[in-house]
């Protein structure tokens, strides 16, 4: 997962974002709110972890500023020494999954983490998804279109698998790098194009099949449901 950690004190950021690490997650870690909002505005994010105290704009004023200015309802927890019954209310009003106060412990943490993107992401633990005419069977990595196995890289697999996990979700460029590459410093984003290309072409992503790969411009992709009726429209005629 992509996790933001926005945390002012330079040791408990390096700490947590160690933990994130460690359980295999893609960890950014911003010490200054506005920072972190130009990032958002350019990049897709799996979880936010907000410590409320910030020398600029405080995790709470940022959440609210997500959730009402961005429309973005991408799960939040925060993290901080902020410990009284009307903080707690407060914080969950401005949107947050959970609330935990300092200090934390690792296992706490990475048990908040995981429970709440299993509320967000009930996908992920899922064996198969069966969204017709696809079938993405992850055990055995492959994608079947109306019961054919398709020809995928072991890459165009994970990238194709991590959109329909995400399906509808605007993603970046860069989310997307991370996601199925790894932060690797050598590849280019161009990367995530050349295979998003492929991918769309291999799984025949049209409007008759019920999906289509949207890009956005300067940003990334998404890839959703096309409507029925949209499918089957007819061409206009010119009389």
């Known amino acids: 997962m992509r996790i933001v950690l926005l945390e002012d004190n330079l040791t408990q950021s390096t700490l947590v974002s160690a933990w994130l690490r460690n359980a295999g997650h893609d960890a950014h870690s911003f010490a200054l709110t506005r920072d972190l909002q130009r990032f958002c505005t350019r990049e897709s994010i799996d979880l936010y972890l907000l410590d409320w105290m910030m020398p600029d704009i405080s995790g709470e004023e940022f959440l609210r500023w997500l959730r009402g200015e961005r429309r973005d309802n991408t ?15 407060a914080g969950l009003s401005a949107g947050a999954d959970d609330f935990i106060i ?15 993107l299993r509320r967000s992401k009930p996908r992920e633990a899922e064996a198969s998804m069966d969204l017709p005419p696809y079938l993405i069977d992850h055990a055995q990595k492959r994608i079947l279109l109306n019961g054919q196995s398709l020809d995928l890289t072991e890459k ?6 991590f959109m329909f996990r995400n399906l509808g979700r605007l993603l970046s460029r860069g989310h997307l790098l991370e996601a199925v590459w790894g932060r690797n410093p050598d590849l280019a984003t161009r990367t995530v194009d050349t295979h998003i290309s492929r991918v769309r072409s291999k799984l025949q992503l ?21 409507d029925a009726s949209e499918a089957e429209a007819p061409a206009s005629h010119v009389a």
Not at 156 to 161: I, N, P
């Open 102 to 116: 300092k200090p934390v412990s690792q296992r706490v943490l990475m048990s908040r983490i995981e429970a709440v």
């Open 206 to 226: 049209k409007p008759e099949h019920g999906f289509r790969l949207v890009p956005t411009y300067n940003f990334g992709y998404r890839l959703e449901r096309v």
């Open 75 to 89: 799960p939040a927890i925060f993290i901080t020494s902020r410990d009284t019954e009307d903080d707690i209310v």
């Open 156 to 161: 165009e697999f994970d990238l194709a698998a």
